[in-house]
């Protein structure tokens, strides 16, 4: 059985690959649910697109040297390999790193609170990161151990999913449907009255992501280890009891805003 051609277009020398398009796609819907709620919490579009513009290629290149990094014994005996984003190679752990910090700083020169800055972006990172775990099956890639079958599966996944010889355990599959899964239950909830204080939008997605990760990682079988954990899941461990601490403080804070309050 044939897998699945990576490559999506041809332009002459151009090649677009399904890896770029699962990204750009999750971007793009990302940027646009921000843009809608952003009216709610003081900001305006521009503040989300300033943010993206600056944001997107510092947690692109974060994403790929986070990889690199942990992946330098291959890497430092093929150096030319490095910038070739487009066969795959990029770690969310990385571009979220990148990301926060770029949040912190354009927070403090705008003036905004970043805590509103996360609630109104962390659905969107959950639904892009749904979106780019398909560049991931386009590359066979981010799999886990050999099986006998997947009919559970339909025939396309199954098919791709033949690698090496064998049937691989579908991890990209489990993490894009847990992301989306968790994408369609805060939408559901930030919005009800008096439920969600500041900032816990974000902390949801910290524990809700960091759970899912941590399982799911462990079925892989191309994950850096560190003692007996992989690294990814030592720092999901890290990403849920930061969610959990900060939900308690901002519980415990008197006179914190919910989630709903405008601010001035």
Known sequence: ?????????????????????????????????????????????????????LAFPIAILGARLYYVVFQWFYYSQHPDEIIAIWNGGIAIYGALLAGALVLLVFSYRRKINAYDFLDIAAPGVMLAQSFGRWGNFFNQEAY??????????PKFI????????????????????????????????????????????????????????????????DSLMLGSLRVSQWLSLVLVILGLVMTYYGRKKA??????QVKN
């Open 1 to 53: 059985m044939a897998a699945l051609n990576p490559i999506a277009f041809r332009f002459g020398p151009l090649e677009i690959h399904w890896y770029a398009i699962c990204i750009v796609t999750g971007m793009v819907l990302a940027v646009w649910l921000a843009i809608k709620e952003a009216p709610r919490k003081g900001m305006t579009s521009d503040d989300i697109m300033d943010f993206i513009l």
């Open 144 to 153: 886990g151990k050999a099986v006998a079958q997947l009919n559970y599966l």
């Open 158 to 221: 199954r098919d791709q999913m033949y690698i090496e010889g064998s049937y691989r355990v579908p991890t990209f599959l489990y993490e894009s449907l847990w992301n989306l899964l968790g994408f369609a239950i805060i939408i559901s909830l930030r919005h009800r009255q008096g439920l969600l204080k500041r900032g816990e939008v974000a902390w949801f997605y910290l524990v809700w992501y960091g759970c899912g990760r941590f399982v799911i990682e462990g079925l892989r079988t």
């Open 255 to 260: 006179g914190q805003p919910d989630y709903q």
